[in-house]
Structure formats: C-alpha cells, structure tokens
C-alpha cells in the first residue's frame, strides 16, 4: 500500500502558466514532510521541509503548502528551467517495529514549454 | 565544498560479479543513507548509519547486499553476487544531524549501475 501519492505523473505547462502538484499521504505519526527536485542524471536537491498542517513556505516561483492529508507544490509563472522531476518524500515514526527512515513517492515530472 | 561524492558515476557488470559502490559524505555530517531509486519502485531507503555504526538495514532487499562505514569520510555499499534486477541508480546522501531525519539530506550525483 502506497503511503505517499504523487498526482499528476506528468505535466506539460506553457511558460508562465501557474500550476499545483499533489502529494497525498496515508502515514500517522508524521514528522515532516519533505519536496525536492531531481533533475535528469543527477541526485534530488533538497527544496523545503514542512513540519505542521497550516505551514507554508516559498522559495522564488515555488510555495509548499500542507493540510493533514496531502501537500501541495504551487508553481507560479514557470520558467523552461522549472522543468524537473519534483518528489515528496514523508518522514513518520513507526511504532511497534519497521523502520524509519524517509518514504518517497514516485515523483512527478514537470515539462515548462517555452 | 564538493558535495557528496560517489563512484563510480557508472559501473555495467555481469551477473554474478560482485559490485562495491562508494560514498564520500559532506564532511562534518553525521548521517549517511543509501538509496536506491527504480522507475518501478522510486527511491527507497537501504541502510542508514549514525556516527559511522549502521542503525537500520531493514531496506537492504537481501543478503547480497552489505554496506559499511570505516569512518566518518566513506562508506561502501557492496553487492555479491550481482543479479540484472539490482539495475537501478544508487544513491547516497549525508545530514548533519546524527538521527534526526527531518534534518536536511544532500544527495550525491549517483552511480548508474547496470548488471547484465
């Protein structure tokens, strides 16, 4: 059962064409809940970290947003550099056994179009 | 400063070799993690480890796999013997804070790795 959904997959936006990408969680327990962007061929690079429902943060184009359910990733007036693939990961203390650690969701990937 | 640093960027062997990755963290951090990231699956957790000594290898998908950290500038992680489903990128990634998951991770570039 996936505990970290990343909706859409894939999106194509024209440049300057705001938009919203989704991460659901199912977790309990949750420590924070993390976005990073991976660009092709190289590591995820750290965006934000969020640690409550309510929390925002921005960073140039970008705001984090999270509820108790789900975050989003606000991208306003895209650039063609914007494009990358954007993953969610979650971070929850498990109790009774299993490990801790970050869960990833598969990430999705932005295409800006000039 | 560099990064973390991994080698090689790229490694094709053949089933049954053995495979040893290597992870140079952000020196000063204190955690190192490996993962390994599949279009199936995405990024998984392998192992991590805290001050050098390993906590939880429960991602570690079988005994094929180890992974080591003689000390605070480099960790190997270790596949013998190699089969074609080991095929992903592997990462590795260091923190400052030792235990502290909501510390923030950097990750290093990746080694490709392909088994044939």
């Known amino acids: 059962e996936d505990q970290v959904t990343q909706s859409p997959e894939a999106l194509r936006l024209q440049e300057g064409e705001s938009s919203s990408l989704n991460c659901s969680y199912t977790?309990?327990?949750?420590?924070?809940l993390f976005w990073y962007r991976q660009d092709p061929g190289k590591g995820p690079e750290f965006l934000f970290t969020?640690?409550?429902a309510g929390e925002e943060k921005e960073k140039e184009r970008l705001k984090a947003t999270l509820t108790k359910k789900e975050s989003f990733l606000h991208i306003t007036a895209p650039k063609p550099e914007d494009s990358a693939t954007y993953l969610c990961a979650v971070y929850q203390v498990y109790s009774g056994g299993g490990a801790d650690g970050l869960t990833f969701g598969k990430g999705t990937h932005l295409i800006i179009q000039p | 400063d560099a990064g973390v640093i991994q080698s090689p960027r790229h490694e094709v062997t053949e089933m049954g070799q053995e495979v040893t990755l290597r992870c140079k963290p952000i020196?000063?951090?204190?955690?190192l993690f490996w993962y390994r990231q599949t279009m199936m699956r995405g990024l998984e957790l392998l192992i991590y480890f805290n001050n050098n000594v390993p906590i939880d290898d429960s991602g570690m998908p079988e005994d094929r796999f180890s992974a080591k950290m003689p000390n605070a500038s480099f960790s190997t992680l270790k596949i013998q013997p190699s089969e074609p489903r080991d095929s992903a990128v592997y990462f590795c990634?260091?923190?400052?804070?030792?235990?502290?998951?909501?510390?923030?991770?950097?990750f290093g570039p990746g080694t490709r790795l392909t088994v044939l």
């Open positions: 977790v309990s327990g949750l420590r924070g």
């Open positions: 969020l640690y409550s």
């Open positions: 990634a260091s923190s400052l804070l030792a235990g502290e998951f909501t510390d923030t991770q950097y």
């Open positions: 020196s000063g951090h204190n955690s």
